[in-house]
């Protein structure tokens, strides 16, 4: 089961953290940074597996980026590990090359593909995990069209 998803940038900076377990609001920012300070530390050469407490953390650089998911045992390295480079394919696609402003202005927009993949059973089909946040976000561009020619 995921526990938590973390993108941070390469000064250590939490840029988006989304938990699927209770973590006590005071944990967080400790947590984060024992593990931000742990994948950071790394190099490309070593794995990208950290056994870390009680989960194992994978993680995964992408430019200036670096995504970390908290997993516990009975999750596969491998598929997590894919899991993260799908959800970078499927931020990119919707915000056309996606950039660490991109995902700080629209973090509720994230949060929504981001529980489209995880709550759904780690759905990884691009067009199903869009499909509720165009919905939601076209028809709230039409209503307001619809709303500005009824003034």
Do not use: W
Request: charged share 25%.
């Amino acid at each position: 089961m995921i526990k938590f998803f973390l993108m941070v940038n390469k000064q250590g900076q939490t840029r988006l953290s989304k938990y699927y377990e209770h973590v006590d609001i005071n944990k967080h920012t400790l947590l984060e940074t024992e593990v931000v300070k742990r994948c950071l530390s790394r190099s490309n050469e070593q794995c990208s597996f950290i056994e870390y407490k009680d989960f194992k953390l994978i993680h995964r650089q992408y430019a200036a980026l670096f995504i970390v998911v908290g997993v516990d045992d009975t999750e596969t390295e491998m598929a997590i590990y894919e899991f993260i480079h799908n959800s970078v394919e499927v931020l990119d696609e919707y915000f056309s090359r996606v950039s660490e402003l991109d995902k700080m202005f629209n973090l509720d927009k994230v949060h929504i593909i981001l529980d489209e993949m995880v709550c759904r059973i780690v759905e990884t089909n691009r067009e199903r995990i869009l499909a509720p946040l165009l919905i939601l976000y076209n028809d709230s561009s039409s209503s307001h069209s619809l709303f500005a020619r009824m003034i």
